[in-house]
Each structure stands twice: as C-alpha cells, then as structure tokens.
C-alpha cells in the first residue's frame, strides 16, 4: 500500500507537532550556532563558513517549509526539502560534531512529511548523520575504529528504520480500519434505505391487501345475496302471484302463501348463514349428492317440474368449498329454469371422475341462443332482473352465471353452457378432483 502521502500527516493539525516542525527547529539552530562561534571564537578559528551554513540551514527551512505550507501537501517537494536538509546537517556534523543536537528536527520533518518508503530513507540518513556524530571520537584508522563506528551507526539506524516500519504498519492497520468502518457506514446507509424502501412496498402490500380482501369479500357477498335472498324472494314473489290467483280456491291459496312462507324461513336462515361465511345449511349434516338431491327435491314440489337426480363414479370427500360451489351451482341453473325455460323434465348429474368432478343440469326447455356463453363469454346484461331477450332461455341469467363462473373458476375449474332454440339447455360445471384421502 504506497499512499502518496505520509502516514502521519493527519497530525499536522496537532499543536504540538507544528510547534516541533516550525519553531522548535529555529531557536535550535540558533542556540548551537551561538555554540560554533563561540568555540571558534575562542579557538582564534574563522566561523565564516559555519555562519553560513547555518543561515543557509535556516533559509533553506523558512523558505521551503515555513513560508509556504501548501507545499508541505506535494511529496517531491518535500522529498528534496528534508533531503537538502540532511545534507547540509551533514556538512556541520563533519565540522562541528554537536550539530548531531539538529538531527530531533530532521527526524520529526521525516516522520511527518515524506511518504513511504522515501521516509525510511530519509530516516536512515538521519540516523547516519547522528551516528556520524556520535562515532566522531573513535579513531578509523584501523579496523576495530571502523568496526566501532559501524556499530554505532547500526545502533542508531536499526531502531528508527524499525520505529518508522511499525509506524507505516499502524498507519496500514489504521487505513484498513478506516476502510473497514467507511464500507459498514456505506453498507448501513444502504441497509436503511432497503429497510425504508421495504417498508414502503409492505405498506403497499398491505394497502393492495386489504382493498383485495374488500374486493373479495364484496364480491362474495353479492353471490351469496344473489344465491339466497335474490333468487329466494324471486320464489317468494311466483308464489305470492300465485295466491293471487287462486284467492277463491282456499286449499290453492294455502299452499301458495305456506310455499312462500316456508321460502322466507329458508332464505333467511341462509342469508345468516352467508353472512358468517358458514357452509349451506344442506351442506351441514350430508354429502353433496345428499345435497343436490335434497334441493332439487324441494325445488321441485315447489315448481312442480320433475328434476331427476343422478350420481356416477365413486363418491368421495371434496373440499368445502368445491361442494359449496357445485351447490350454488346447480341451486342458480334450477332458479333459471324455474324463471325462463319454460320446461317440464330437468336431469341433474354429479359425475365422479378420476381427475375431476362435474356437474351438470339440463332441461328440456325452449332454448335459447347462448351467444358464445358455452366458450367461457360473459352473457350480455348486467342482472337477472335486467332486460331480456324474449326467447332467452333456461341458462342465460347475467349476474347469475356470471356468479357460477366466478366460484367455479376460483377454485381452477370450467363452466360450460350449451343450448339451441326448442331443444333445452345444459349447464356444466368441471372441478379438479380432491386427491384420495383427502376430507371434506
């Protein structure tokens, strides 16, 4: 990881490594420059030269460090400061041993200046430099005098390279750590925004949801309603008609207004039932083919058309809501022969089959042309009580069988409609078949 900048200079804001960087070096220079003149002084040596490396020491800082702080953020420039530096410390040392009190300086302008690795270099040659200066009374004129002043020099070199290797890998670690905790602030931003974004989407759920559920639910109430209240005061009204019509004959009137009594009872109890989304009352305490029968029988004695009922196949548990359809099946294709087919035989046949079960009502009524109702069409009106065809025929109520298709394909099935003019129609309903084992 070679970062352009210095690992440390983040802390040049720090009060105390500016002072140490831009005033500290200044009264040091200045005070050990008093010393060389001194001492040359009073050796009845010239200080000319030493004076001037000094001043040129002090320039040399003011200009490329002091007087212009945006270079302190350019590595090259700075390279070139601290390693002019060295050397012109370098020169004093060789002169005046004591300027190895200046290396401090050079050090902190190493440490905090010079990106990796020209800082470990320029730290090395600090360390020389004070090594230098601190070997200076061994003699180097044989071997053991070189052998000494090289291991003062490792002495110092070895333990600041070492202090500035841990240094970059602090620095390393730092950067890591840093990165670390930027990715995790990134991946929470992130995280808060999913979290606000799945919110928004579960409110919308919740919101399509509940107007789904309103949907169903009306949906559901107005086939019930249609199944029961409608088709049960249409049986209320013939047979008020009716009584009507016999007010002289006793006996027929008494039939025709307990006929239309007995239908409010049922259609009542029903509509309660369908309320609370209970299953048919018919549906309570008997099969479906018990049920079909038990309706078609009633149905019957109530329009005095004969209804022949039939069951094929191996009878076996369907699910509720597979016989409740099957029931309001056969309950709204009775209602409209009763209303406009104008017959006198109705057949009803629940067929077990392997994979499914079908039922299917026919009459021997007049007919009627069903305009692509057998094919899966939505009839044309919008309810049983809207305008008709005068030749409409047994199957052709709107709401009705738009009812029938909506429960039948709710629960993945087919409805059917076929009929001709004179010839009668047949209604049938296909529903998958529940698989073996399974209750009702």
Sequence with gaps: MSDPTPHTRQGLGNRRWLLMTTVVPYPLLAVLTGVTVAMRRSNGDSFTVDLTLCALTAAWMLWMFTLHPAWRERPRVMGSFVGVLIVLVAILVLRNPWFSLFTPACYFYS??????????????????????????????????????????????????????????????????????????????????????????????????????????????????????????????????????????????????????????????????????????????????????????????????????????????????EADVALLRTAQEALANVAKHARATKVGLTLSYMENEVALDVRDNGRGFEPDGLGDGARPPGAGDEGPRRPDAGAQSGGFGLVAMRQRIESLSGTLQVESERGVGTAVSACLPAAPAGTGA
């Design 111 to 320: 440490f905090r200046l010079l990106p990796w690795p020209w800082e470990l270099a320029a730290i090395a040659g600090v360390a020389i430099v004070a090594g230098t200066a601190q070997a200076s009374p061994i003699p180097k004129t044989n071997i053991y005098g070189v052998l000494g002043y090289l291991a003062v020099l490792a002495v110092n070199v070895l333990p600041m390279c070492g202090l500035a290797w841990l240094g970059r890998k602090s620095d390393e670690h730092d950067e890591l750590r840093e990165q670390a905790l930027a990715e995790v602030r990134e991946a929470n931003r992130r995280l808060e925004a999913s979290m606000a974004e799945n919110a928004g989407l579960q409110q919308q759920l919740l919101t399509q949801a509940r107007e789904a559920g309103v949907s169903d639910e009306r949906q559901r109430m107005a086939r019930e309603i249609h199944d029961t209240l409608a088709q049960g005061l249409t049986g209320i009204i013939t047979q008020l008609q009716a009584a009507e019509q016999f007010a002289d004959d006793q006996a027929q009137w008494r039939r025709h207004v307990q006929a239309a009594t007995r239908l409010a009872r049922e259609s009542l109890s029903e509509a309660r039932r369908s309320v609370h989304a209970l299953r048919p009352e018919a549906l309570e305490a008997a099969r479906l083919s018990e049920a079909l029968a038990d309706v078609a029988g009633r149905w019957s004695a109530l329009h005095g058309i004969e209804v022949q009922v039939v069951t094929t196949g191996k009878a076996r548990p369907m699910p509720p």
